[in-house]
């Protein structure tokens, strides 16, 4: 009796023994069929309504020779969306364009030596305000001439003057009606301004006789050729300069 139970009591001892080798022994490494097809995984993006969508695959590479020991990563099919531009959002993003640059003077307005065929005298200054130039009549049948602007419709002049001042940077004191005229139309003008680049006189001024009229520079030279004045002449700063030198006080100006 006591050897039928020995031998049953090893019956059960030994498998579980057995099993408890197997189970730290080394196992073989797990081999995957190449025939294997992993599952697809959709990543869903939601696009907007009517914007087209792209698909692309995304693999995971093995190296060559290689025993993959686990299930490879899925293959994974991406969507990707294009968003048509939003055309008020794109206006706003967008850089903003270049400003203009400012008017440019036509060149014909430039300073050049002419043939000169009048009848004033050398060093006497003939202004033409329908062609918008002014000459220095010089000796030799030669005039050095400048463009100009010349007294809008309403304020332009002719006559006979003489230069009786002449200042560098001139502070300008707007008339009493300049002044009334401008409030009229909402502008108000100073009493008086310093001079400097800012000035509307420009850089230099010769005084015509007792009227309120001047030679002058200007801040905004590409009015030079227009009749943009209350009936004083303009010229470049650079060109007026370059008269200024060239004149003296009691020179005649001739305004025609």
């Not at 914007?51 to 490879?72: D, F, K, L, N, S």
Request: with cysteine; charged share 20%.
């Amino acid at each position: 009796m006591k050897s039928i139970l020995l031998c049953a009591a090893l019956a059960v001892l030994l498998p579980a023994s057995a099993m408890a080798q197997d189970r730290y022994a080394e196992r073989p490494p797990l081999v995957v069929s190449p025939d294997l097809s992993a599952p697809w995984v959709m990543q869903l993006q939601r696009a907007p309504h009517g914007a087209p969508i792209r698909e692309r695959t995304v693999r995971r590479q093995v190296a060559p020779g290689a025993r993959m020991a686990v299930a490879p990563a899925p293959i994974v099919r991406q969507r990707s969306v294009v968003i048509a531009p939003d055309p008020v959002h794109t206006a706003a993003m967008a850089p903003a364009a270049p400003r203009d640059a400012a008017p440019q003077m036509d060149p014909i307005f430039l300073p050049q030596e002419v043939a000169y065929t009048g009848r004033e005298k050398p060093g006497t200054i003939v202004i033409d305000t329908n062609a918008k130039f002014l000459y220095l009549v010089q000796e030799g049948g030669t005039a050095r001439r400048y463009g100009v602007g010349v007294g809008k419709e309403g304020f332009s002049w002719r006559g006979s003057e003489t230069i009786t001042r002449k200042a560098e940077w001139p502070g300008w004191t707007p008339p009493a009606q300049m002044i009334a005229r401008e409030r009229a139309k909402g502008k108000i003008l100073p009493a008086h301004m310093p001079g400097g680049p800012e000035n509307p006189l420009g850089a230099r001024a010769l005084y015509l006789g007792s009227t309120l009229y001047r030679i002058h520079g200007t801040n905004a030279p590409w009015t030079i050729g227009q009749a943009v004045s209350s009936g004083c002449i303009r010229m470049r700063n650079e060109d007026v300069t370059d008269l200024y030198e060239r004149v003296k006080v009691g020179t005649r100006v001739v305004v025609s």
